[in-house]
């Protein structure tokens, strides 16, 4: 668990994710508000969230898996 926490909290794989989830998460919200924005309507702030920290997850998760099955 301790090798996973270091390489989640690595600043590569960190960079790395976040870059990802912004071009993810920006397009999952024109997506999933895009009428919302176009139109001036309220914006489901819980949707941004996630639509943004899911694809850091998964690209942070994927990036620590391959770094750790490279030292085994």
Known sequence: MRN?????SSKAVAMNAIKIALVVGTVL???NQGDAIVNGLEI???KLLLNYFVPYCVS???AAKIQ???KT
């Open 68 to 70: 750790i099955q490279k």
């Open 4 to 8: 996973w926490l270091s390489v989640l």
């Open 29 to 31: 919200n024109a997506i």
């Open 44 to 46: 489901e702030w819980g």
């Open 60 to 62: 942070s998760y994927s």
